[in-house]
């Protein structure tokens, strides 16, 4: 298997991944090709011209609800999110690296907050602002739901790279004389940058994207996905196909620039090697 | 450990635990309390009855509903499990330099930091009654007429949840298999074992931890669903959250927290059952 020749099972295989792969990706694809559709065209193939005019649509106010509001509200719930759930994850990670009075009760709740279907989670903090008499808004109640299921995941990737990180950086800045402070500064964050980010990417594109935990409380301003989500019922235009593109095209700028930022930080890592002395 | 020390361990973890207290154990208790609660039209009471479960339990739209709702989940467990390890063999072990693995790797989940529902969207163009496949199957003279089960139904519907949490499947089934000793496929193959008994015997024991982690993921969330069905089914099928939705929508708050109440003891019952098979801690 590991050597010579390829056998019948790879290509058997090799052409079921690049299936999954079209399958995947394929009717995504479509709706960027679609959103491009002339001015009458519909929502299927085929392209009757090419336009940005659904673009343009997206823009006009009265057309499609509110657009610009409802992105430039789930982009700032987005970046708070990610702050917070790198903050908070990285905190967490480096204090659950021993065991503490209550750790194994904090640990369940991450999972517990994992599996408890996310419209349980909307419904509870809808009900639970309701019974307070409180008005659920996008930055307060959307906002904490948002963090019940970016932070399990923040959570989980920080014990897995704790797990794989060498104490002994650790030991030896200590040894040098570094405060903890020093040496989670100077140690512990940049050799944990590539993974902070990962735990970034999360934390932003899991709220950018979340319908389920937004759907009871965001309250009366909707988030992009809740706006989506009410356009679908009555919009039958290529618009919703450019409103795809332009969410989509947030998502996949997200991801670049993680994936380019880790990328950047490895080989200037290679190429450097270490920068000991420099920090003081 | 010092008193310092214990003071700073739970500083560190405050965040993280006030967000669970108040976004998670908080919420959760009031939709137990309020399942209690009396209602009318426009109003809920505090009470304590049990008639919002009473009602849910003798009726039989609940029962067909959880049964609908089951069969989802058992369907897609199925298919996503099939495909998805399909997907992490072939990369973990058909794929021979490791730059290709994480390159392979990393493309099947790019999809999940895109938006779902916009991903739902895209199958329009695709399965409506003048979408691609009906127009390719009619230009092969296939078929007289479009197929309008292809969207807006439960074929859709499943359809969908493959197509939205195979990944979820692939990633802890794929951490799995590159976790597994390549010295004991050799041994298996030294010893005469076939490529397929090596994947049956070996490979796929070693993969259960993961194959835990993907079906718990996959059966809890379409357990949850509520999206899914309502757009790819064009309001034809059913589910539990469907069902808790619309009774949040008629200002039922008491009735749609008895059944949240349910399924959420349901969802917990499936979960333990799975845990047995998996101690997750150590898969990290």
Redesign the interface.
């Known amino acids: 298997?590991?050597h010579g020749k390829r056998?019948p099972?790879?290509w058997l295989?090799?052409a079921?991944?690049c299936l999954?792969?079209l399958?995947?990706?394929?009717?995504?694809l479509?709706?960027l090709i679609?959103s491009f559709q002339g001015p009458s065209g519909?929502?299927?193939?085929p392209m009757n011209g090419v336009s940005l005019h659904w673009f343009r649509n997206l823009f006009e106010k009265q057309m499609v609800g509110d657009f610009a509001g409802s992105l430039q509200r789930s982009l700032l719930l987005g970046m708070a999110v990610m702050l917070?759930t790198v903050?908070?994850?990285f905190?967490?990670g480096?204090?659950?690296r021993?065991r503490?009075r209550?750790?194994g009760i904090?640990?369940y709740?991450?999972?517990?907050?994992?599996?408890?279907?996310?419209?349980?989670?909307s419904?509870?903090?809808?009900?639970?602002y309701?019974?307070l008499g409180w008005d659920p808004a996008w930055y307060s109640s959307a906002f904490?739901?948002h963090?019940?299921w970016t932070?399990p995941f923040g959570?989980?990737i920080m014990?897995?790279v704790f797990?794989r990180f060498d104490r002994r950086y650790e030991e030896a800045a200590r040894y040098l004389g570094a405060t903890?402070w020093q040496t989670i500064r100077h140690v512990v964050v940049p050799i944990l940058l590539p993974s902070l980010i990962g735990v970034g990417?999360?934390g932003f594109?899991?709220s950018?994207?979340e319908?389920?935990r937004s759907?009871?409380t965001a309250g009366t301003f909707n988030t992009l996905?809740l706006e989506?989500?009410g356009m679908?019922t009555n919009v039958t235009t290529p618009v919703?196909?450019a409103?795809?593109t332009v969410?989509?095209g947030v998502?996949?700028l997200?991801?670049a620039l993680s994936?380019l930022s880790v990328t950047w930080l490895r080989r200037r890592r290679t190429r450097h090697g270490s920068d000991a002395g420099k920090a003081a | 450990m010092n008193r310092v020390k214990v003071w700073v361990t739970y500083l560190q973890v405050a965040p993280l635990a006030l967000v669970f207290l108040l976004f998670l154990i908080v919420p959760i208790a009031t939709i137990v309390v309020v399942s209690f609660f009396d209602y009318n039209t426009t109003q809920i009471i505090p009470a304590f009855l049990l008639q919002n479960y009473e009602e849910l339990l003798l009726s039989s739209v609940t029962w067909r509903t959880y049964q609908q709702t089951l069969q989802f989940a058992l369907i897609t467990w199925a298919l996503t499990l099939l495909i998805g390890f399909t997907v992490a063999y072939f990369v973990a072990f058909h794929v021979r330099s490791s730059t290709m693995q994480t390159v392979l790797f990393l493309l099947c989940t790019i999809p999940f930091w895109t938006s779902n529902v916009i991903r739902m969207i895209s199958w329009i163009p695709f399965l409506g009654r003048h979408g691609l496949a009906n127009t390719t199957l009619m230009n092969l003279g296939l078929i007289n007429q479009p197929l309008e089960f292809l969207l807006y139904s439960d074929f859709s519907v499943v359809l969908a949840y493959v197509h939205l949490y195979t990944l979820f499947m692939v990633v802890p089934i794929f951490n799995s298999m590159m976790r597994i000793d390549r010295s004991l496929l050799e041994a298996a193959r030294d010893a005469g074992a076939t490529g397929w008994q090596t994947l049956v015997n070996v490979i796929l024991p070693l993969c259960k931890p993961g194959i835990a982690i993907g079906s718990i993921f996959v059966v809890t969330i379409v357990m949850g669903d509520f999206v899914t069905v309502r757009m790819m089914s064009g309001g034809l099928s059913a589910s539990v959250g469907l069902m808790m939705a619309n009774a949040m929508s008629l200002l039922q708050y008491p009735a749609a927290a008895a059944n949240a109440v349910v399924l959420l003891l349901l969802v917990l019952g499936i979960v333990a059952a799975m845990m047995r098979m998996v101690d997750i801690r150590k898969e990290l």
Do not use: E, H, K
């Not at chain 1, 709740?109 to 989670?121: K, M």
């Open positions: 298997m590991q056998g099972a790879f295989l090799g079921f991944f999954f792969v399958f995947l990706y394929g009717p995504t479509t709706i679609l519909g929502l299927t193939f917070v903050v908070a994850s905190s967490a480096l204090a659950f021993s503490f209550g750790s904090l640990f709740l991450a999972i517990a907050s994992l599996i408890v279907p996310s419209i349980l989670i419904l509870g903090i809808g009900l639970l309701r019974v904490g739901a963090l019940t932070l959570l989980l014990f897995a797990n903890s990417l999360f594109t899991l950018y994207d319908f389920a759907l009871y996905p989506i989500y679908t919703l196909y409103l795809g969410t989509t998502s996949v997200a991801i994936l």
